[in-house]
């Protein structure tokens, strides 16, 4: 029973990421947020920005780097936590980082009562496969990783920043290169992609 909400920019949605909790029943204003994705990036202004519209909108955050936190606190927090938002940064750094054994427990969070929401590489995660990001993101940065096989948990492909800067040339070459073969979906920098209990909407 999946509650995703995927993003390509958490701070530009700010009406959608309303109208998509408005619809859920909450017992906590807690997010375990996890920035972890923007380690290895030197510009991370955006992460800050998605933390800075959560707080205004009256979330309390459990800021939390599952690359620098033992196997046993990742399980206690992801297990505990109500709503997952994982940010934005380097895709394939942030699948290596959480298949260092936490992708059953992810899995089994978001197909059962976990409200997930996902930025950019954190909502690209959670497709059948990550390569077709490679033009848009390093693979050099994730030397650990040994496949790019992703959480599996939406059968779709998220391709967020559709016709943005920086990422215009990068976008639109992925695009070219991948939009017969795989079913992607292109959102821009103002646009959410909900899914609910498979539902797929794009708002």
Not at 2 to 7: F, M
Not at 14 to 29: A, M
Not at 51 to 73: A, C, H, M, P, V
Not at 88 to 114: A, H, M, R, S
Request: hydrophobic letters at 35%; glycine letters at 6%.
């Amino acid at each position: 029973m999946e509650n995703i909400l995927v993003t390509s920019y958490l701070a530009g949605i700010e009406e959608q990421f309303i109208e998509f909790i408005s619809k859920k029943e909450l017992t906590s204003k807690e997010i375990l947020f996890i920035p972890t994705a923007g380690n290895v990036e030197n510009y991370t202004d955006y992460i800050d920005e998605g933390i800075n519209l959560l707080e205004k909108l009256g979330y309390t955050l459990n800021i939390f780097d599952i690359s620098n936190e033992s196997q046993k606190k990742c399980y206690q927090e992801i297990a505990n936590a109500k709503i997952i938002c994982i940010s934005g940064g380097n895709t394939f750094y942030l699948l290596q980082e959480i298949k260092k054994n936490l992708v059953p427990l992810l899995k089994e969070k978001l197909n059962n009562d976990c409200l997930y929401i996902g930025e950019s590489a954190g909502g690209i995660i959670l497709a059948e496969d990550i390569e077709y990001n490679k033009i848009m993101d390093s693979t050099s940065l994730a030397p650990e990783l040994k496949d790019y096989s992703g959480l599996g948990i939406i059968d779709f492909y998220p391709l967020p920043h559709y016709i943005e800067e920086p990422f215009t040339e990068k976008v639109q070459q992925t695009f070219r290169k991948y939009h017969k073969k795989i079913k992607l979906i292109p959102i821009n920098n103002k646009q959410a992609i909900f899914v609910d209990d498979g539902k797929i909407s794009i708002i």
